[in-house]
């Protein structure tokens, strides 16, 4: 053999510590009756399909735990920018001094992936949270891609999506790596409202922006969650720069082309194009349509009929053949900036007006009209969308266009819109970050739901599933390297609706499936049934299922309560086990003490679950020993 391996051999391998995953009924359970907690050397995760289920905190009360019994440091990697505030953790308890606590805020996942490596291999590390989370925009939002403006179930494998680089504002077509499809559990979604903008995300969103000041354009792009940039004035980028292409058509040819679109027809004999018909009232469209064919330098045949020209011949065949269905073809959002320009150019003059602060284009095609707002926001022009219903009910779009790449939102721009979770919040991931979205007709650049800047990575390949590529591959090298450092890495991961079929029900984690056979603990948290003594705005019930457990018992169910803000209420549940012991006894919404042989002789400790919680805490170190060894302590012997 060229390794060494037989110092790999031993009799048996024990952990260095253990502790307490932050919920004592978890700890107690079957499912952890080998060590009674957490212990070292073990990869956990914690998953659930629906937003809030407190994985994030669960996962911060056991790096709490492990504070306390190590004294080392916890490095946090907020892989999606999901951490609302350090006030938060302090309250559950987590040691943030420098010396006791990192947090990391990686662009990309190799760069997590990286900064797991370091804190995993480093001695002063006791444990490590990697915390991913997917944010995403509503159903009704679409992105640009090459095939035009799609929605959630219309996109396909490999399809190219417009993305946007914040560096030089540059517009680039790059193959879509990763689809987020879930239902989201929320209160509340963002929504971002003016007269040229319509944004929906989740109040975790990536969001692109910049703050409003008079050396606005000397400051970079900068991201931010949604929910951070509320309810405050900043730009939002609408549109970028397309990346240098040489020219791919004949310039006057394709406004000829363009001009037939917007203000022509085509006369049509024996299956063949006969010729190209203009419909000129306007001296400046006759001197338009002049100059496009004197500077194309044409061999043509042209006739008047009142204010019809008529083109014939080769020219007009080259017209026809350019536009066949007298229709803006998505190609053209290949063609260069100099071609883009002319188009909009051409239908400016032919079927627009113009304004102060830009133009208006007209159409009733609504492919036309589609096309022709991707081409502005290919040349840092902000496009919006409207209707116009005439009389006869015929219906005229059009399209407002700024000269500007940049929009302001302003303090009253910004709601809370109510969303009971039913619906579908979707997002793609691209690797410049960004990509460019509308919403009712409302352009607009967004972050994606995870950055991939550097697909070349040692982890995994550049395709579709590349995320759960990147995540095993990972964990393949990191299960050695916590065992060995004794390290205690959590994973906390959000489950997706399996997009490789659609119909099929069930979710997937975003690691993939084989991310729990990797795990001495997996598993999946959610919200539980209240219970009627504790219905209130404060305890949240939740359930841990338990789908995989190396540690003891897979498989089973475990109902605990979480405190809005504090974590997991570790207090109820030692008054459960108390209960369950025989030392507290409840008879109604009255609990006493199980210290008489008579009810009389019984200290009553008040009515209701809060009754109680004093006196769990004064011999919380007491029920805890009892839970860990069955012995009674000192200080309940007179209790029972």
Not at 104 to 111: I, N, Q, R, S, V
Not at 145 to 161: A, F, H, P, Q, S
Not at 546 to 572: E, M, N, P
Request: aromatic share 10%; net charge positive; hydrophobic share 35%.
């Amino acid at each position: 053999m060229k390794k060494d391996w037989k110092d790999k051999l031993v009799q048996s391998w024990e952990p260095n510590f253990v502790v307490s995953s932050g919920s004592y009924k978890l700890d107690f359970s079957p499912a952890l009756n080998a060590y009674n907690g957490i212990p070292a050397g073990s990869i956990v995760q914690y998953m659930s399909h629906k937003e809030g289920s407190f994985k994030t905190t669960l996962a911060l009360a056991g790096g709490r735990e492990m504070q306390k019994e190590t004294g080392k440091k916890l490095a946090f990697i907020d892989a999606e920018g999901g951490l609302t505030g350090i006030d938060w953790v302090k309250a559950i308890g987590v040691d943030t001094s420098t010396d006791m606590w990192t947090l990391a805020l990686p662009d990309t996942g190799e760069e997590a992936f990286d900064m797991a490596d370091y804190f995993i291999e480093n001695e002063e590390y006791g444990g490590v949270i990697i915390d991913s989370i997917d944010a995403c925009l509503s159903s009704d939002t679409e992105i640009l891609t090459n095939r035009g403006w799609l929605k959630y179930n219309e996109i396909k494998e490999n399809e190219k999506i417009a993305t946007f680089d914040k560096k030089d504002n540059s517009i680039e077509y790059q193959t879509i790596k990763r689809k987020i499809v879930k239902k989201e559990n929320t209160d509340n979604l963002i929504n971002i409202k003016n007269n040229v903008l319509d944004i929906l995300v989740t109040k975790d969103h990536r969001m692109i922006y910049r703050p409003c000041s008079y050396k606005t354009k000397e400051i970079s792009w900068n991201t931010k969650q949604a929910q951070e940039i509320y309810n405050k004035k900043y730009f939002i980028p609408t549109a970028g720069k397309h990346k240098p292409i040489t020219n791919s058509y004949d310039i006057n040819l394709l406004k000829l082309g363009v001009f037939a679109i917007a203000d022509g027809n085509y006369e049509i004999r024996n299956n063949k194009i006969h010729s190209v018909k203009f419909h000129l009232t306007k001296d400046r469209k006759k001197t338009l349509l002049k100059n496009i064919l004197i500077n194309g330098n044409f061999d043509f045949k042209i006739s008047l009929c009142g204010n019809y020209y008529k083109i014939y011949g080769n020219l007009a065949r080259k017209i026809y053949n350019l536009f066949p269905d007298k229709e803006l073809e998505w190609t053209l959002l290949q063609s260069s900036k100099q071609e883009k320009l002319a188009i909009l150019d051409i239908y400016r003059q032919t079927d627009g007006t113009t304004r102060k602060k830009g133009y208006t284009l007209f159409s009733s095609n609504r492919k036309n009209i589609d096309i022709l707002q991707a081409l502005c926001l290919n040349v840092n022009k902000t496009a919006s969308i409207s209707t116009i219903k005439s009389n006869d009910r015929k219906i005229t779009y059009k399209l407002f266009v700024i000269n500007k790449n940049y929009r302001t939102v302003k303090k009253p721009d910004s709601n809370y819109l109510p969303y009971n979770g039913t619906d579908t919040v979707w997002c793609v991931t691209v690797p410049n970050g960004y990509i460019i979205a509308r919403r009712n007709d409302k352009s607009f650049i967004v972050g994606n739901c995870t950055p991939e800047k550097n697909l070349e990575s040692e982890y995994g390949d550049a395709n579709i599933g590349n995320h759960a590529k990147l995540v095993t591959g990972a964990i393949r090298k990191w299960k050695t390297s916590v065992r060995n450092n004794q390290t205690i890495l959590w994973l906390v991961n959000q489950m997706k609706v399996n997009i490789t079929n659609m119909g099929a029900r069930g979710h997937t984690p975003t690691g993939g499936k084989g991310l729990g056979f990797y795990c001495k603990l997996n598993m999946e948290m959610g919200r539980g049934l209240a219970d009627s003594s504790l219905k209130d705005d404060i305890h949240i019930p939740l359930t841990f299922k338990v789908k995989r457990s190396k540690l003891g018992q897979s498989f089973l169910d475990i109902d605990t309560y979480a405190i809005q803000g504090t974590g997991i209420d570790t207090d109820s549940e030692l008054r459960d086990f108390a209960e369950q012991s025989g030392i507290l006894i409840k008879a109604g919404s009255w609990w006493r003490l199980n210290d008489g042989k008579t009810k009389k002789d019984q200290t009553v400790l008040g009515q209701g679950s809060e009754a109680c919680r004093v006196w769990v805490r004064e011999n919380k170190d007491a029920l805890i020993r009892l839970m860990k060894t069955g012995e009674i302590d000192d200080t309940l012997q007179n209790i029972q």
